[in-house]
């Protein structure tokens, strides 16, 4: 089965409608005496426009747990279902179209190409994606219009950061899937790439999770889901999301 069209729209609001469900989730890599259980019985849902946050430390699962979200890897046992399509059974071929169309990725580092400005790095993903907004919108949104024809030797971290997020919401993702985007940059740097995040989600009405350790982003969503030993150990509901100014670093 192929994954269903999702293309998303730009403002659309969040809803309650649930894009992943997730239950009874596992995840073993090796066999026998050598086997580790990465992931052991997670029950999720995560819903259009949220801003969701994976807290654990190293080790815990999340970056498990966003591999099998994100069609990186595949589960071991469980149901993962991505708008009622079965993604936990999906063939290569499905898996590489579902991360084509609908899912961003932003990693803690950049892999940016080096030989291209920041405005090629976003085009490279513009020329593939089925309905993508202009590489100058993209990096408009992250705040770097002025930046967009420097490469990337000479750029900051939080700006090659921020060249990365464009680059992964330029093709309009519904799912934007975020491994600890913060995790290489300082303190004032990382406030910046935490507030292009929180913009996209809630001008797109992107789907947004954040992993991290850092407690304190936790404040920034709308839930918040804290894993250890490969299980959610709680998880819990922000009131009122706070922006990225008002966290006490």
Same mark, same amino acid.
């Given at each position: 089965?192929?994954?269903? *069209?999702?293309?998303?729209?730009?403002?659309?609001?969040?809803?309650?409608?649930?894009?992943?469900?997730?239950?009874?989730?596992?995840?073993v890599?090796?066999?026998?005496? %050598?086997?580790?259980?990465?992931?052991?019985?997670v *029950?999720?849902?995560?819903? &259009?426009?949220?801003?969701?946050?994976?807290?654990?430390?190293?080790?815990?699962?999340?970056?498990?747990?966003?591999?099998?979200?994100?069609?990186?890897?595949?589960?071991?046992?469980?149901?993962?279902?991505?708008?009622?399509?079965?993604?936990?059974? %999906?063939?290569?071929?499905?898996?590489?179209?579902?991360?084509?169309?609908?899912?961003?990725?932003?990693?803690?580092?950049?892999?940016?190409?080096?030989?291209?400005? &920041?405005?090629?790095?976003?085009?490279?993903?513009?020329?593939?994606?089925?309905?993508?907004?202009?590489?100058?919108?993209?990096?408009?949104?992250?705040?770097?219009?002025?930046?967009?024809? @420097?490469?990337?030797?000479?750029?900051?971290?939080?700006?090659?950061?921020?060249?990365?997020? &464009?680059?992964?919401?330029?093709?309009?993702?519904?799912?934007?899937?975020c491994?600890?985007?913060?995790? &290489?940059?300082?303190? @004032?740097?990382?406030?910046?790439?935490?507030?292009?995040?929180?913009?996209?989600?809630?001008?797109?009405?992107?789907?947004?999770?954040v992993?991290?350790?850092?407690?304190?982003? %936790?404040?920034?969503?709308?839930?918040?889901?804290t894993?250890?030993?490969?299980?959610?150990?709680?998880?819990?509901?922000?009131?009122?999301?706070?922006?990225?100014?008002?966290?006490?670093w």
């Amino acid at each position: 089965m192929n994954p269903p *069209d999702t293309t998303s729209t730009a403002g659309q609001p969040a809803s309650a409608e649930a894009v992943f469900r997730v239950r009874n989730l596992g995840k073993v890599y090796g066999s026998g005496h %050598a086997a580790v259980r990465a992931l052991a019985g997670v *029950d999720l849902d995560f819903c &259009a426009g949220e801003l969701v946050v994976l807290l654990g430390a190293s080790g815990s699962g999340k970056s498990t747990l966003l591999n099998l979200l994100g069609g990186l890897d595949s589960p071991t046992e469980g149901d993962l279902h991505y708008r009622g399509w079965n993604l936990g059974h %999906a063939d290569e071929s499905s898996l590489t179209r579902y991360r084509r169309d609908a899912v961003g990725f932003v990693f803690q580092f950049y892999n940016l190409i080096p030989s291209l400005t &920041a405005r090629e790095n976003v085009a490279l993903i513009t020329e593939i994606a089925r309905n993508p907004m202009p590489p100058e919108e993209a990096l408009a949104m992250v705040g770097l219009t002025p930046r967009a024809d @420097h490469f990337p030797a000479q750029l900051s971290g939080g700006e090659q950061q921020r060249v990365a997020i &464009a680059r992964a919401i330029a093709k309009r993702p519904e799912v934007l899937l975020c491994d600890e985007p913060t995790g &290489a940059l300082d303190v @004032h740097t990382g406030i910046t790439v935490l507030e292009a995040i929180q913009r996209i989600n809630r001008e797109l009405g992107t789907l947004t999770v954040v992993i991290t350790h850092n407690a304190v982003i %936790a404040e920034m969503a709308d839930r918040v889901f804290t894993l250890s030993d490969g299980r959610i150990q709680k998880s819990g509901t922000n009131t009122r999301r706070r922006s990225v100014s008002e966290l006490t670093w």
